[in-house]
């Protein structure tokens, strides 16, 4: 009910579903901004800096931490700003280009103004929790993040779900993709997209952990340098400036367009890109979607080279199979918006 709430937004004309849409894979389907690169706010003019990235399966990052490494890991938007669900659900809705709500009191005066959601309040939280502006609005967070913790957000039912319980045969293409994705000597995607042991059936398809893979700039931003993890938690570290947080794979072949800045549309590039740092032959670095090579990293300096570097270049029927068996991460639910 909250999740699809326009009256949330100053404008009332937008909801976390305009952005992470139910029937799109909880992404933005909308290609009016920038070719569906970034979103466009509630007051129809404003508009974000990245790509809105799917809410899919995003109760499965753990809570912003270093680990026994020193690594920055989980947290919830792209540069791990927030710590949990709920530090994330509340942020779009005071987001001054985003639902641009001026205030948290703002917020809680729109929900005063639905018998339901008074109710239902209520019931779950205690009959006077409106009358505190600020627990009305930790108590909104809550019930948000509540809703992307369900098995509606969640629901492990894609063909390689159906694969791992013996529901459903891949391809031939789908096998050696799978094969090619969980290798240790053919490909590296496992070192930033495997986070438990092959077979795993709470697989997410990413560790969680920050890495700048080079990823260009998006001339149709017009936006000022990303520096993503480091300017998000305001850190001095300049190891970790243009880190971006590894995001789960699943329903990846109907989220696009890809990367923070939804510079790449078709997840083949997303691959050709990775590819272009192990090839040797130049007309391989040419980006398909603009006939030219891939352009220079947006941040450079801190790219993760042992993680791009370390895995021999793919051929086509590679690079395929890959894609092949990406499209098998798909919710059974959106399988209708896969293209052949």
Known sequence: MLFSAPDLSVGRNQSCATCH????????????????AVSLGSDGRSRGVRNAPTTSYAASAPRFHRDE?????????????ADTLEAQAGGPLLNPVEMAMPSKASVVARLKEKPAYVDAFGRLFGADVLASDTRAFAALTE???????????????????????????????????????????????????QIEPQGSRTEIFS??????????????LRAPTDHGLRAGRHLKDRRQDGRFKVPTLRNVAVTGPYMHNGVFQDLRTVILFYNSYVTKSDTRRINPETGRPFA????????????????????????DALVAFLKTLTDARYEPLLTP
């Open 21 to 36: 849409d139910p029937a799109h894979g909880f992404a933005d389907p909308r290609k009016d901004t920038a070719g569906g």
């Open 69 to 81: 490494l020193g690594r920055y890991v989980g947290g919830q938007f792209l540069d791990g700003r």
């Open 143 to 193: 019930a948000l993040a509540a809703y992307e913790r369900s098995p509606e957000v969640s629901p492990f039912d894609s063909r390689y779900d159906r694969y791992l319980r013996g529901e459903y045969k891949m391809t031939d293409q789908e096998e050696l993709g799978r094969v090619l994705f969980f290798s240790t000597q053919f490909t590296n995607c496992h070192l930033c997209h």
């Open 207 to 220: 560790n969680y952990q920050f890495h700048n893979i080079g990823v260009p700039a998006n001339p149709d």
């Open 296 to 319: 220079p990293p947006e941040v450079g300096g801190t790219l993760s080279r042992a993680e791009l570097l370390d895995a021999p270049a793919l051929d086509d029927r590679r690079i």
